[in-house]
């Protein structure tokens, strides 16, 4: 007899809330758990015949991973008079809430707008709150409404930026307009924008030249 339990694949990106799952990823041989566990699903007893260990030893990991998050129940099956929990990661990557170990700094409190300080608490507070509202979305087997646009420009001097940056603000700030409404049960959204250098993938050298 075989009852599975997970149906779905798992998700592209799994969002951890505490700090115990991204110290467990840590880990390396619990990432390699993970590792051997998204290549193929089995249970405690089956991953320990398949890499020389015990059951015992890798019961206590697979717990834990478990217990984060990190790890689901993906089938249950009956082997001989054993009920075997047969587990999967929750996810292909993993992604920690930037405020696990102080919390995320408001934006504000950041310093000057156009700081690249200013701009990472800016994404910290938005994965932080995106996270959590997805994964309470989840919970709750809701859609979460969100909108994501991503671009790319060649700017030909550093001098051309500030001008870049005037006409996109102005760009936003009339679509906020035209669709902002202030009449009661109207649902409030966070809106971003933001611009850095592109990171030279082949030859991070090159990232040098594309500072101001």
């Known amino acids: 007899m075989t009852t599975t339990s997970a149906t779905t694949e798992p998700t592209p990106i799994a969002f951890l809330e505490g700090l115990e799952g991204a110290v467990l990823l840590r880990d390396p041989e619990r990432r390699r758990l993970v590792d051997e566990l998204r290549e193929l699903p089995d249970s405690a007893a089956g991953l320990a015949q398949r890499l020389g260990q015990t059951r ?8 834990a991973l478990e217990e984060a998050g ?6 249950e099956r009956l082997k ?32 000057d707008r156009a700081s690249a300080a200013f701009l990472l608490a800016l994404a910290a507070r938005a994965v932080a709150e995106l996270g959590r509202l997805w994964r309470r979305a989840g919970r ?5 409404a969100t909108a994501g646009i991503e671009s790319r420009v060649l700017l030909a001097r550093p001098a051309d930026m500030e001008a870049f940056v005037a006409d996109l603000t102005d760009a936003v700030a009339d679509v906020v307009r035209r669709h902002h409404d202030d009449r009661a049960g109207a649902r ?3 809106v971003l924008a933001a611009a850095y250098p592109e990171p030279a993938v082949d030859n991070p050298a090159q990232d040098e030249g594309r500072m101001q």
């Open 70 to 75: 990190v790890l689901e129940l993906h089938q």
């Open 56 to 63: 015992q030893r890798l019961n206590y990991h697979l717990r």
């Open 80 to 111: 001989g008079n054993c009920l075997e929990r047969i587990l999967r990661p929750t996810a292909t990557s993993y992604l920690v809430d930037p405020g696990v170990v102080d919390g995320v700094p408001a934006p504000d409190s950041a310093g």
């Open 188 to 190: 409030p959204f966070r």
């Open 140 to 144: 709750e087997r809701k859609r979460l």
